[in-house]
């Protein structure tokens, strides 16, 4: 049996590819600075702990693991991640994060390693037209992302990749674009866009209005969280390519359109009310020929598909908030 450490398994894509590696018969070990919120972990072994402690990860990462997949991140939306307000945060804490795995997966002889990068570092002069942003994977230099998130993901790549060649690690990066669905933050100030107007929607009566940050024409494209599972195992799996690669949709679409969609699942219909807020970049959507070439897979899960079920799980967790 296959042994694999997932850290940041309590969060929103950890708690799911726990579920996932069960399935495929791992044992896991999951670690994270909180349980999983929304139902009970799966995984074998489950530390609540502070990885950006380093007696915390020896103590994690105390074997010679098959696969470690490294999530672990301070992160959250637009909200959170262009205000400014969390920059040195989310600098500090994810950098000594992945310093800290990094160090004690190759000191334990760790055989395996994932990062999860983001289309955060592509550069901002790359997607100002939300009709024809670029982001293959070899556009990321020169560099210019538009948050200080995106700065710390792309010097996590290249540590993960020095370590790669200095220290003979077997290290895979996958660069995620707007993951989505149910199981994560959709009322704590974190929420990616789908999330939060399933929320609002949820939560607003027929006839009545929602307010969207900006004026909506900007794009982008999400991926339903099982469309990412496949997207890290086929990578992880793969023996001659080691990323980074995007892992995302190139189904874009305005977030005019984004929260028309939600509307038209929930059967209501409402105002939209522009105003001011943290927008990012103008438009993005993924790039997903390399993926294609190298692993001969891409995501063809629709939006509509993925919001119907997040749709569906939201209001359940509002009407039960509501009581």
């Not at 496949?230 to 001659?240: A, C, D, F, K, N």
Request: proline content about 4%.
């Amino acid at each position: 049996m296959k042994k694999a450490l997932v850290c940041g398994a309590g969060g929103f894509i950890g708690s799911h590819l726990v579920k996932r590696l069960k399935r495929e018969g791992y044992w896991v070990r999951g670690v994270d600075l909180k349980e999983t919120q929304y139902a009970k972990t799966e995984a074998d072994e489950f530390v609540v702990g502070d990885l950006r402690d380093s007696r915390l990860c020896a103590k994690v990462v105390d074997t010679d693991f098959d696969e470690l997949y490294q999530l672990a991140a301070d992160m959250g939306g637009a909200g959170f991640v262009f205000s400014g307000e969390n920059d040195a945060d989310i600098m500090h804490n994810s950098a000594l994060i992945n310093l800290n795995i990094l160090e004690h997966a190759y000191k334990a002889g760790v055989k395996k390693i994932f990062y999860s990068s983001s289309a955060c570092i592509y550069p901002e002069f790359n997607q100002l037209d939300p009709d024809n942003p670029k982001t293959e994977e070899s556009s990321a230099y020169p560099a210019q992302p538009d948050s200080e998130y995106g700065w710390e993901k792309l010097f996590s790549e290249r540590l993960y990749f020095a370590f790669q060649r200095n220290y003979k690690m077997n290290v895979r990066v996958a660069r995620f674009h707007n993951i989505f669905g149910p199981e994560g933050s959709w009322n704590d100030g974190r929420e990616k866009a789908p999330a939060a107007f399933c929320r609002k929607v949820a939560q607003t009566p027929d006839g009545g209005t929602i307010d969207m940050w900006g004026d909506g024409l900007q794009t982008r494209s999400f991926l339903y969280i099982d469309e990412c599972l496949e997207g890290v195992r086929r990578l992880m799996e793969s023996e001659t390519f080691f990323g980074p690669v995007n892992i995302g949709s190139e189904e874009m679409v305005s977030i005019n359109r984004l929260a028309e969609m939600v509307m038209e699942i929930s059967g209501k219909s409402l105002k939209i009310n522009h105003i001011p807020g943290p927008l990012g970049v103008r438009g993005r959507n993924s790039d997903n020929a390399l993926i294609n070439e190298k692993l001969g897979w891409q995501p063809n899960f629709s939006l509509r598909k993925g919001l119907e079920k997040t749709y569906k799980w939201i209001a359940g967790e509002a009407e039960k908030a509501a009581k």
